[in-house]
């Protein structure tokens, strides 16, 4: 088998994982579901390639890990956010900090 072929099956699967890493580490911000997103393709693709050419599995396979780790985080971020929006709407403009803490206390607890 020429080289570069094992240096790209390589490159696809270090990508992948660099990837899948930066999404979650990112994944409480919104943008780590999309590093996410291209990790999970990315290593999914260096898996077939590493099935084929013996090199990459493990990182393939760590990045398709945390690229799915990264996209549940930042989708249950996300439904968080929207919930807390959700929530506490009315205390958008408060006149104060204390204002808005005291909105936010009671639409959360219900008092």
């Not at 899948?20 to 780590?32: D, E």
């Not at 398709?64 to 929530?87: E, G, Q």
């Not at 009315?90 to 803490?101: G, I, M, N």
Request: charged share 5%; glycine share 14%.
């Amino acid at each position: 088998m020429p080289p570069h072929h094992t240096a790209s099956a390589n490159g696809l699967a270090g990508a992948a994982m660099v990837l899948g890493i930066i999404g979650l580490s990112t994944s409480v911000f919104f943008i780590g579901g999309l590093f996410g997103g291209i990790g999970l393709i990315l290593g999914i693709v260096a898996l077939t390639t590493a099935k084929r050419t013996g090199t990459g599995r493990g990182k393939a396979l760590t990045g398709v890990v945390t690229s799915t780790i990264a996209i549940a985080v930042s989708v249950l971020v996300t439904v968080f956010f929207v919930w807390y929006a959700n929530k506490t709407q009315e205390c958008y403009q408060p006149d104060s900090f204390q204002q808005y803490r005291q909105c936010v206390q009671q639409q959360l607890t219900g008092n």
